[in-house]
Protein backbone atom coordinates (compact mmCIF):
# COMPACT_ATOMS: atom_id res chain seq x y z
CA UNK A 1 0.00 0.00 0.00
CA UNK A 2 1.45 3.38 -0.58
CA UNK A 3 0.17 4.40 2.70
CA UNK A 4 2.22 1.83 4.60
CA UNK A 5 5.80 3.25 2.86
CA UNK A 6 4.53 7.11 3.08
CA UNK A 7 3.63 7.23 6.32
CA UNK A 8 6.03 5.85 8.59
CA UNK A 9 4.47 4.53 12.25
CA UNK A 10 1.32 4.06 10.45
CA UNK A 11 0.01 1.24 8.45
CA UNK A 12 -3.65 0.91 7.44
CA UNK A 13 -5.51 -1.85 10.17
CA UNK A 14 -7.39 -4.85 9.25
CA UNK A 15 -10.46 -3.24 9.07
CA UNK A 16 -9.62 -0.58 7.01
CA UNK A 17 -8.05 -2.74 4.47
CA UNK A 18 -11.48 -5.51 4.88
CA UNK A 19 -13.75 -2.42 3.98
CA UNK A 20 -11.97 -0.73 1.62
CA UNK A 21 -11.66 -3.87 -0.76
CA UNK A 22 -15.68 -4.41 -0.27
CA UNK A 23 -17.02 -3.83 -4.03
CA UNK A 24 -18.33 -0.66 -5.01
CA UNK A 25 -22.05 -0.52 -7.43
CA UNK A 26 -23.39 3.19 -8.15
CA UNK A 27 -27.33 3.54 -9.06
CA UNK A 28 -26.62 1.94 -12.23
CA UNK A 29 -25.13 -1.11 -10.84
CA UNK A 30 -21.62 -0.25 -12.55
CA UNK A 31 -18.36 -1.34 -10.38
CA UNK A 32 -16.93 1.91 -9.57
CA UNK A 33 -13.67 2.37 -7.94
CA UNK A 34 -12.15 2.81 -4.22
CA UNK A 35 -10.77 5.77 -4.51
CA UNK A 36 -11.64 8.54 -1.86
CA UNK A 37 -13.07 11.43 -3.72
CA UNK A 38 -15.95 12.61 -1.27
CA UNK A 39 -16.63 15.29 -3.77
CA UNK A 40 -17.19 12.98 -6.68
CA UNK A 41 -20.69 12.10 -7.48
CA UNK A 42 -20.27 8.31 -9.03
CA UNK A 43 -18.54 7.98 -5.00
CA UNK A 44 -21.37 9.44 -3.38
CA UNK A 45 -23.43 7.27 -5.55
CA UNK A 46 -21.29 3.67 -4.38
CA UNK A 47 -21.92 5.22 -0.06
CA UNK A 48 -25.99 5.91 -1.16
CA UNK A 49 -25.76 2.04 -2.74
CA UNK A 50 -24.22 0.45 0.54
CA UNK A 51 -26.62 3.08 2.73
CA UNK A 52 -29.52 1.93 0.88
CA UNK A 53 -28.68 -1.99 2.05
CA UNK A 54 -29.90 -1.21 5.77
CA UNK A 55 -33.29 0.34 3.92
CA UNK A 56 -33.54 -3.30 2.08
CA UNK A 57 -33.16 -4.87 5.82
CA UNK A 58 -36.13 -2.20 7.23
CA UNK A 59 -38.29 -3.52 4.38
CA UNK A 60 -37.55 -6.97 5.33
CA UNK A 61 -38.17 -6.83 9.21
CA UNK A 62 -41.44 -5.06 8.49
CA UNK A 63 -42.03 -7.24 6.19
CA UNK A 64 -41.33 -10.56 8.71
CA UNK A 65 -43.54 -8.30 11.70
CA UNK A 66 -46.54 -8.11 9.44
CA UNK A 67 -46.42 -11.47 8.48
CA UNK A 68 -46.31 -12.13 12.86
CA UNK A 69 -48.97 -9.92 13.00
CA UNK A 70 -51.22 -11.51 10.15
CA UNK A 71 -50.88 -14.92 11.76
CA UNK A 72 -51.66 -13.48 15.47
CA UNK A 73 -55.11 -11.50 14.33
CA UNK A 74 -56.29 -14.01 11.83
CA UNK A 75 -54.89 -17.73 12.06
CA UNK A 76 -55.94 -17.71 15.61
CA UNK A 77 -59.51 -16.43 15.85
CA UNK A 78 -60.21 -19.97 14.52
CA UNK A 79 -58.29 -21.33 17.67
CA UNK A 80 -60.27 -19.76 19.86
CA UNK A 81 -63.39 -22.11 19.98
CA UNK A 82 -60.96 -25.06 20.09
CA UNK A 83 -58.92 -23.58 23.10
CA UNK A 84 -62.07 -22.78 24.64
CA UNK A 85 -62.84 -26.62 24.90
CA UNK A 86 -59.32 -27.18 26.06
CA UNK A 87 -59.53 -25.07 29.04
CA UNK A 88 -62.76 -26.70 30.07
CA UNK A 89 -61.52 -30.02 30.18
CA UNK A 90 -58.47 -28.76 31.84
CA UNK A 91 -60.15 -26.57 34.38
CA UNK A 92 -60.10 -28.81 37.32
CA UNK A 93 -56.83 -29.76 37.05
CA UNK A 94 -55.31 -25.84 36.32
CA UNK A 95 -54.35 -23.45 39.11
CA UNK A 96 -57.00 -21.22 39.42
CA UNK A 97 -56.61 -19.02 35.76
CA UNK A 98 -57.74 -21.64 33.55
CA UNK A 99 -54.20 -21.60 31.54
CA UNK A 100 -52.82 -25.22 31.02
CA UNK A 101 -51.71 -27.82 28.15
CA UNK A 102 -51.74 -26.71 24.78
CA UNK A 103 -52.68 -23.29 25.45
CA UNK A 104 -49.87 -22.81 28.61
CA UNK A 105 -47.02 -24.05 26.57
CA UNK A 106 -47.74 -21.11 23.74
CA UNK A 107 -47.65 -18.70 26.96
CA UNK A 108 -44.32 -20.03 28.12
CA UNK A 109 -42.58 -19.78 23.93
CA UNK A 110 -43.92 -16.69 23.79
CA UNK A 111 -42.91 -15.17 26.81
CA UNK A 112 -38.86 -16.94 26.90
CA UNK A 113 -38.76 -16.16 23.25
CA UNK A 114 -39.54 -12.25 24.40
CA UNK A 115 -37.12 -12.18 26.81
CA UNK A 116 -34.82 -13.50 24.74
CA UNK A 117 -34.76 -10.85 22.30
CA UNK A 118 -34.40 -8.49 25.12
CA UNK A 119 -31.19 -9.94 26.36
CA UNK A 120 -29.75 -9.54 23.02
CA UNK A 121 -30.91 -5.96 22.33
CA UNK A 122 -28.98 -5.76 26.35
CA UNK A 123 -26.28 -7.01 24.99
CA UNK A 124 -25.92 -5.10 21.80
CA UNK A 125 -26.49 -1.93 23.95
CA UNK A 126 -23.00 -2.70 25.98
CA UNK A 127 -21.43 -2.90 22.69
CA UNK A 128 -23.13 0.10 21.30
CA UNK A 129 -21.79 2.27 24.84
CA UNK A 130 -18.38 0.51 24.06
CA UNK A 131 -18.06 1.38 20.71
CA UNK A 132 -19.27 5.07 21.63
CA UNK A 133 -16.61 5.25 23.65
CA UNK A 134 -14.37 4.23 20.97
CA UNK A 135 -15.34 6.38 18.79
CA UNK A 136 -15.03 9.75 20.95
CA UNK A 137 -11.21 8.39 22.36
CA UNK A 138 -10.43 8.54 18.71
CA UNK A 139 -12.31 11.82 17.87
CA UNK A 140 -10.36 13.36 20.95
CA UNK A 141 -6.97 12.02 19.57
CA UNK A 142 -7.74 13.56 16.04
CA UNK A 143 -8.62 16.89 17.84
CA UNK A 144 -6.32 17.16 19.88
CA UNK A 145 -3.59 16.50 17.38
CA UNK A 146 -5.23 19.09 15.14
CA UNK A 147 -4.87 21.74 17.85
CA UNK A 148 -1.20 20.83 18.21
CA UNK A 149 -0.57 21.00 14.86
CA UNK A 150 -2.27 24.49 14.53
CA UNK A 151 -0.17 25.79 17.44
CA UNK A 152 2.75 24.91 15.73
CA UNK A 153 1.79 26.58 12.75
CA UNK A 154 0.77 29.66 14.44
CA UNK A 155 3.77 29.92 16.37
CA UNK A 156 5.68 29.65 13.18
CA UNK A 157 3.86 32.22 12.16
CA UNK A 158 4.12 34.46 15.16
CA UNK A 159 8.10 34.08 15.30
CA UNK A 160 8.19 35.20 11.85
CA UNK A 161 5.89 37.99 12.14
CA UNK A 162 8.30 39.26 15.47
CA UNK A 163 11.45 38.52 13.63
CA UNK A 164 10.56 40.73 10.80
CA UNK A 165 8.90 42.93 13.65
CA UNK A 166 12.21 43.44 15.17
CA UNK A 167 14.28 43.77 12.16
CA UNK A 168 12.18 46.47 10.68
CA UNK A 169 12.36 47.96 14.15
CA UNK A 170 16.27 48.31 14.18
CA UNK A 171 16.04 49.31 10.97
CA UNK A 172 14.25 52.52 11.15
CA UNK A 173 15.10 53.33 14.82
CA UNK A 174 18.77 52.73 16.19
CA UNK A 175 20.62 52.29 13.21
CA UNK A 176 19.12 55.31 11.80
CA UNK A 177 20.20 57.05 15.69
CA UNK A 178 23.65 55.31 14.33
CA UNK A 179 24.31 56.96 11.27
CA UNK A 180 23.17 60.40 12.13
CA UNK A 181 26.83 59.82 14.72
CA UNK A 182 28.80 57.90 12.37
CA UNK A 183 28.17 60.81 9.78
CA UNK A 184 32.05 61.56 9.54
CA UNK A 185 33.17 58.06 9.86
CA UNK A 186 33.09 56.28 6.49
CA UNK A 187 34.15 52.79 7.89
CA UNK A 188 31.84 52.95 10.40
CA UNK A 189 29.01 54.10 7.76
CA UNK A 190 29.87 51.63 5.59
CA UNK A 191 29.34 48.12 8.27
CA UNK A 192 25.73 49.95 9.40
CA UNK A 193 24.67 50.11 5.42
CA UNK A 194 25.74 46.58 5.44
CA UNK A 195 23.70 45.48 8.88
CA UNK A 196 20.92 47.56 7.26
CA UNK A 197 21.09 45.35 3.91
CA UNK A 198 21.64 41.97 5.82
CA UNK A 199 19.08 42.95 7.99
CA UNK A 200 16.40 43.28 4.68
CA UNK A 201 17.81 40.53 2.92
CA UNK A 202 16.66 38.67 5.99
CA UNK A 203 13.14 40.25 6.38
CA UNK A 204 13.08 39.41 2.84
CA UNK A 205 14.07 35.23 3.29
CA UNK A 206 11.29 35.13 6.55
CA UNK A 207 8.50 37.08 4.08
CA UNK A 208 8.93 34.01 1.89
CA UNK A 209 8.02 31.43 4.63
CA UNK A 210 4.40 31.12 5.29
CA UNK A 211 2.77 27.96 6.86
CA UNK A 212 -0.10 29.42 8.24
CA UNK A 213 -3.31 29.39 6.70
CA UNK A 214 -5.49 32.95 6.47
CA UNK A 215 -8.10 31.17 8.29
CA UNK A 216 -5.87 29.83 11.62
CA UNK A 217 -6.59 30.42 14.69
CA UNK A 218 -3.98 31.33 16.60
CA UNK A 219 -5.06 31.21 20.29
CA UNK A 220 -1.73 32.77 20.72
CA UNK A 221 -0.96 35.21 23.35
CA UNK A 222 0.78 37.69 20.75
CA UNK A 223 1.44 41.21 20.98
CA UNK A 224 2.78 42.58 17.28
CA UNK A 225 3.85 45.75 18.79
CA UNK A 226 6.76 46.73 20.27
CA UNK A 227 7.83 49.42 22.85
CA UNK A 228 10.72 50.87 23.22
CA UNK A 229 14.02 49.17 21.62
CA UNK A 230 13.49 45.04 22.03
CA UNK A 231 11.43 41.95 21.08
CA UNK A 232 9.15 40.76 23.40
CA UNK A 233 10.18 36.99 23.75
CA UNK A 234 7.52 34.83 22.04
CA UNK A 235 5.54 33.25 24.79
CA UNK A 236 2.48 31.35 22.82
CA UNK A 237 -0.13 29.71 25.02
CA UNK A 238 -0.19 26.05 24.63
CA UNK A 239 -3.11 24.36 23.18
CA UNK A 240 -4.89 22.54 26.04
CA UNK A 241 -5.18 26.19 27.94
CA UNK A 242 -5.71 28.19 24.82
CA UNK A 243 -9.28 29.63 24.08
CA UNK A 244 -11.44 27.52 21.97
CA UNK A 245 -12.71 29.07 19.47
CA UNK A 246 -16.57 28.29 18.16
CA UNK A 247 -16.60 28.20 14.23
CA UNK A 248 -19.14 30.82 12.73
CA UNK A 249 -19.61 28.75 9.61
CA UNK A 250 -19.69 25.44 8.62
CA UNK A 251 -17.75 25.71 5.07
CA UNK A 252 -14.32 24.62 4.78
CA UNK A 253 -12.14 27.99 4.88
CA UNK A 254 -9.81 27.90 1.92
CA UNK A 255 -6.53 26.95 2.28
CA UNK A 256 -7.35 24.32 4.96
CA UNK A 257 -6.72 25.35 8.54
CA UNK A 258 -6.47 22.89 11.56
CA UNK A 259 -8.33 25.36 14.02
CA UNK A 260 -11.00 25.37 12.51
CA UNK A 261 -11.37 21.44 11.33
CA UNK A 262 -10.53 21.05 15.57
CA UNK A 263 -13.15 23.32 16.57
CA UNK A 264 -15.87 21.89 14.05
CA UNK A 265 -14.77 18.11 15.11
CA UNK A 266 -15.34 19.15 18.69
CA UNK A 267 -18.95 20.63 18.21
CA UNK A 268 -19.90 17.72 16.16
CA UNK A 269 -18.56 14.93 17.93
CA UNK A 270 -20.49 16.51 21.16
CA UNK A 271 -23.77 16.17 19.22
CA UNK A 272 -23.39 12.63 17.73
CA UNK A 273 -21.58 11.51 21.09
CA UNK A 274 -25.23 12.66 22.73
CA UNK A 275 -27.38 11.28 20.01
CA UNK A 276 -25.87 8.15 20.70
CA UNK A 277 -26.16 8.06 24.13
CA UNK A 278 -30.12 9.20 24.41
CA UNK A 279 -30.63 6.02 21.45
CA UNK A 280 -28.83 3.98 23.90
CA UNK A 281 -31.18 4.78 26.40
CA UNK A 282 -34.02 4.41 24.63
CA UNK A 283 -33.20 0.87 24.09
CA UNK A 284 -32.37 0.08 27.45
CA UNK A 285 -35.64 1.62 28.90
CA UNK A 286 -37.86 -0.22 26.17
CA UNK A 287 -36.11 -3.28 27.11
CA UNK A 288 -36.32 -2.95 30.63
CA UNK A 289 -40.16 -1.79 30.23
CA UNK A 290 -40.67 -4.55 28.57
CA UNK A 291 -39.51 -7.20 31.38
CA UNK A 292 -41.33 -5.56 33.94
CA UNK A 293 -44.74 -5.66 31.80
CA UNK A 294 -44.30 -9.53 30.85
CA UNK A 295 -43.48 -10.24 34.69
CA UNK A 296 -46.45 -7.93 35.75
CA UNK A 297 -48.56 -9.00 32.55
CA UNK A 298 -49.43 -5.24 32.24
CA UNK A 299 -51.04 -5.38 28.67
CA UNK A 300 -50.91 -1.48 28.71
CA UNK A 301 -47.52 -1.16 29.47
CA UNK A 302 -46.35 -3.78 26.38
CA UNK A 303 -48.52 -1.79 23.90
CA UNK A 304 -46.65 1.47 24.85
CA UNK A 305 -43.69 -0.56 24.77
CA UNK A 306 -44.77 -1.72 21.35
CA UNK A 307 -45.38 1.86 20.29
CA UNK A 308 -41.30 2.81 21.60
CA UNK A 309 -39.58 -0.65 20.20
CA UNK A 310 -40.88 0.96 16.70
CA UNK A 311 -39.60 3.54 16.62
CA UNK A 312 -36.14 1.46 18.06
CA UNK A 313 -36.47 -0.70 15.23
CA UNK A 314 -36.41 2.43 12.46
CA UNK A 315 -33.42 4.00 14.16
CA UNK A 316 -31.34 1.35 14.40
CA UNK A 317 -31.50 0.29 10.84
CA UNK A 318 -31.33 4.24 9.57
CA UNK A 319 -28.00 4.39 12.28
CA UNK A 320 -26.66 0.95 10.30
CA UNK A 321 -26.64 3.27 7.12
CA UNK A 322 -25.34 6.05 8.40
CA UNK A 323 -22.75 3.93 9.78
CA UNK A 324 -22.04 1.79 6.91
CA UNK A 325 -21.40 4.72 4.77
CA UNK A 326 -19.10 6.28 7.36
CA UNK A 327 -17.07 3.24 7.41
CA UNK A 328 -16.57 2.87 3.83
CA UNK A 329 -15.87 6.30 3.40
CA UNK A 330 -13.47 6.32 6.07
CA UNK A 331 -11.68 3.01 5.24
CA UNK A 332 -10.90 4.65 1.92
CA UNK A 333 -9.20 7.37 3.39
CA UNK A 334 -7.30 6.20 5.77
CA UNK A 335 -6.04 3.27 3.12
CA UNK A 336 -3.82 5.68 1.56
CA UNK A 337 -4.71 8.94 3.00
CA UNK A 338 -1.35 10.99 1.52
CA UNK A 339 -2.44 10.90 -2.23
CA UNK A 340 -5.81 12.32 -0.80
CA UNK A 341 -4.44 15.10 1.15
CA UNK A 342 -2.11 16.36 -1.62
CA UNK A 343 -4.49 16.22 -4.46
CA UNK A 344 -7.15 18.31 -2.20
CA UNK A 345 -7.11 21.76 -3.10
CA UNK A 346 -8.26 22.18 0.07
CA UNK A 347 -4.87 21.68 1.47
CA UNK A 348 -2.51 22.76 -0.83
CA UNK A 349 -3.92 26.15 -1.89
CA UNK A 350 -1.23 28.09 -1.16
CA UNK A 351 1.32 25.96 -0.46
CA UNK A 352 3.29 23.74 -2.34
CA UNK A 353 2.86 20.19 -3.26
CA UNK A 354 6.67 19.71 -2.07
CA UNK A 355 6.04 21.43 1.40
CA UNK A 356 3.50 18.85 2.24
CA UNK A 357 5.25 15.89 1.01
CA UNK A 358 7.97 16.90 3.26
CA UNK A 359 5.60 16.83 6.11
CA UNK A 360 3.76 14.12 5.31
CA UNK A 361 6.16 11.51 5.12
CA UNK A 362 8.81 13.19 6.68
CA UNK A 363 12.13 10.81 5.25
CA UNK A 364 15.14 11.56 6.34
CA UNK A 365 16.36 11.10 2.79
CA UNK A 366 14.01 14.48 1.74
CA UNK A 367 16.09 18.19 2.56
CA UNK A 368 13.67 20.40 4.14
CA UNK A 369 12.18 23.03 1.37
CA UNK A 370 13.27 25.71 3.89
CA UNK A 371 17.39 25.02 4.39
CA UNK A 372 18.21 27.02 1.91
CA UNK A 373 16.15 29.87 2.87
CA UNK A 374 17.34 29.25 6.79
CA UNK A 375 20.97 29.09 5.97
CA UNK A 376 21.04 32.34 4.34
CA UNK A 377 19.12 33.52 7.36
CA UNK A 378 21.64 32.47 9.30
CA UNK A 379 24.67 33.46 7.36
CA UNK A 380 23.23 37.23 7.27
CA UNK A 381 22.49 37.39 10.92
CA UNK A 382 25.41 35.92 12.07
CA UNK A 383 27.10 38.94 9.68
CA UNK A 384 25.01 41.38 11.14
CA UNK A 385 26.57 40.18 14.66
CA UNK A 386 29.96 40.19 13.52
CA UNK A 387 29.76 43.95 12.29
CA UNK A 388 28.24 44.96 15.61
CA UNK A 389 30.95 43.53 17.40
CA UNK A 390 33.44 45.27 15.02
CA UNK A 391 31.49 48.60 15.78
CA UNK A 392 31.46 47.39 19.67
CA UNK A 393 35.08 47.49 19.81
CA UNK A 394 36.45 49.99 17.33
CA UNK A 395 33.62 52.87 17.03
CA UNK A 396 32.64 53.12 20.90
CA UNK A 397 35.78 54.79 22.23
CA UNK A 398 35.64 57.28 19.69
CA UNK A 399 31.87 57.97 19.78
CA UNK A 400 30.73 57.49 23.29
CA UNK A 401 26.89 58.56 22.09
CA UNK A 402 26.69 55.41 20.24
CA UNK A 403 26.76 53.26 22.93
CA UNK A 404 22.81 53.62 24.15
CA UNK A 405 21.72 52.83 20.54
CA UNK A 406 24.10 49.91 19.59
CA UNK A 407 23.12 48.24 22.56
CA UNK A 408 19.44 48.21 21.64
CA UNK A 409 20.64 46.66 17.88
CA UNK A 410 22.67 44.18 19.89
CA UNK A 411 19.57 43.46 22.25
CA UNK A 412 17.02 43.31 19.42
CA UNK A 413 19.52 41.22 17.12
CA UNK A 414 19.74 38.66 20.46
CA UNK A 415 16.49 38.60 20.75
CA UNK A 416 16.04 37.78 16.85
CA UNK A 417 18.50 34.80 16.90
CA UNK A 418 16.79 33.47 20.15
CA UNK A 419 13.27 33.21 18.22
CA UNK A 420 15.06 32.35 14.54
CA UNK A 421 16.94 29.15 16.75
CA UNK A 422 12.88 28.28 17.54
CA UNK A 423 11.53 28.92 13.80
CA UNK A 424 14.34 26.65 13.31
CA UNK A 425 13.07 23.76 15.52
CA UNK A 426 9.01 24.12 14.21
CA UNK A 427 10.23 24.04 10.97
CA UNK A 428 11.46 20.49 11.38
CA UNK A 429 9.01 18.20 10.14
CA UNK A 430 9.07 15.77 13.22
CA UNK A 431 6.46 17.90 15.29
CA UNK A 432 3.88 17.88 12.20
CA UNK A 433 4.15 15.30 10.78
CA UNK A 434 3.92 13.38 14.89
CA UNK A 435 0.28 15.31 14.58
CA UNK A 436 -0.74 14.17 11.49
CA UNK A 437 0.21 10.42 12.10
CA UNK A 438 -1.20 10.83 16.05
CA UNK A 439 -4.78 11.99 13.85
CA UNK A 440 -4.41 9.56 11.63
CA UNK A 441 -4.15 6.87 14.36
CA UNK A 442 -7.17 8.47 16.20
CA UNK A 443 -9.21 8.51 13.63
CA UNK A 444 -8.42 5.38 11.47
CA UNK A 445 -7.90 3.10 14.94
CA UNK A 446 -9.90 4.22 17.74
CA UNK A 447 -12.58 5.74 15.72
CA UNK A 448 -12.55 3.38 12.63
CA UNK A 449 -13.19 0.54 15.56
CA UNK A 450 -15.56 2.71 17.66
CA UNK A 451 -18.00 2.89 14.31
CA UNK A 452 -17.33 -0.60 13.64
CA UNK A 453 -19.15 -1.39 17.13
CA UNK A 454 -21.42 0.95 16.43
CA UNK A 455 -22.68 -0.69 13.15
CA UNK A 456 -22.75 -4.08 15.21
CA UNK A 457 -24.81 -2.46 18.03
CA UNK A 458 -26.90 -1.10 15.44
CA UNK A 459 -27.34 -4.72 13.37
CA UNK A 460 -27.85 -6.70 16.83
CA UNK A 461 -30.34 -3.74 18.04
CA UNK A 462 -32.60 -4.12 15.02
CA UNK A 463 -32.61 -8.29 15.09
CA UNK A 464 -33.83 -7.74 18.48
CA UNK A 465 -36.21 -5.59 18.30
CA UNK A 466 -37.82 -7.22 15.32
CA UNK A 467 -38.13 -10.58 17.38
CA UNK A 468 -39.25 -8.05 20.53
CA UNK A 469 -42.39 -6.78 17.51
CA UNK A 470 -42.81 -10.59 16.49
CA UNK A 471 -43.12 -11.63 20.17
CA UNK A 472 -45.20 -9.28 22.21
CA UNK A 473 -48.34 -9.42 20.36
CA UNK A 474 -48.56 -12.86 21.05
CA UNK A 475 -47.30 -11.97 24.66
CA UNK A 476 -50.27 -9.87 25.23
CA UNK A 477 -53.32 -12.18 23.68
CA UNK A 478 -52.42 -14.80 26.21
CA UNK A 479 -52.46 -12.62 29.32
CA UNK A 480 -55.70 -12.74 31.09
CA UNK A 481 -58.50 -10.11 30.95
CA UNK A 482 -59.89 -8.68 33.48
CA UNK A 483 -63.33 -10.29 33.11
CA UNK A 484 -61.40 -13.82 33.47
CA UNK A 485 -59.66 -12.51 36.54
CA UNK A 486 -62.77 -11.96 37.88
CA UNK A 487 -64.67 -15.04 36.93
CA UNK A 488 -61.98 -16.97 38.20
CA UNK A 489 -62.13 -14.92 41.53
CA UNK A 490 -65.86 -14.87 42.02
CA UNK A 491 -65.49 -19.05 41.27
CA UNK A 492 -62.95 -19.54 44.04
CA UNK A 493 -65.10 -17.49 46.69
CA UNK A 494 -68.73 -19.25 46.50
CA UNK A 495 -67.51 -22.63 46.06
CA UNK A 496 -68.11 -23.48 49.72
CA UNK A 497 -66.75 -26.76 48.96
CA UNK A 498 -63.27 -26.37 47.55
CA UNK A 499 -62.67 -23.40 51.17
CA UNK A 500 -63.62 -26.60 53.33
CA UNK A 501 -61.71 -29.08 51.52
CA UNK A 502 -58.80 -26.40 52.03
CA UNK A 503 -59.54 -25.71 55.53
CA UNK A 504 -59.51 -29.70 55.97
CA UNK A 505 -56.42 -30.50 54.30
CA UNK A 506 -54.84 -27.30 56.14
CA UNK A 507 -56.09 -28.70 59.41
CA UNK A 508 -54.63 -32.48 59.23
CA UNK A 509 -51.35 -31.24 58.62
CA UNK A 510 -51.63 -29.77 61.83
CA UNK A 511 -50.92 -32.64 64.33
CA UNK A 512 -51.09 -30.14 67.13
CA UNK A 513 -54.60 -29.18 66.72
Known amino acids: MAAMTTVPSYTPSLWVRVCHALPRLDLTMQMRDNIFVPDSWEYQQTLLVL ?9 ISLLVVLSFLIHYCCCHRGDRGEGSEEEEEDEDGSTGHGYS ?28 FY ?3 EANDGMYQLTSSLLTANYTLASIDLLISDTITGLQLSNSGPLMTLEELFTGSKPFLVSLRNCRRLSENVISLLSSISLAPSGIETGLANDSSVSGASIIPLTPVPPSVAPTVVPTSSLMPSPFSPGWAANTL ?10 YVLLLLLDLIVCLFILLGLAKQARWLLILMTVLAWLALFLSWGSLGLETATVVALSDFCSDPNTFVLNSTNFNTGTSSDVLDYYLTCNRRMNSPFQQLLTQSQRALSNIHTHLSSLDRNALPQFPKAEKPLREVQQILNSTEGNFHQLVALLNCRGLNKDYIDSLKGLCYDGMEGLLYLSLYSFLSALAFTAILCSL ?16 SDSESEDPFTSHQDSKRFLQWQPWL
Open 473 to 488: PGAWRSFPSESEEYED
Open 131 to 133: GNS
Open 266 to 275: MVNEDYRWLS
Open 101 to 128: GKKGRSICCVTWVAVAAVTLSCVAIGIG
Open 51 to 59: SSLSAIALV
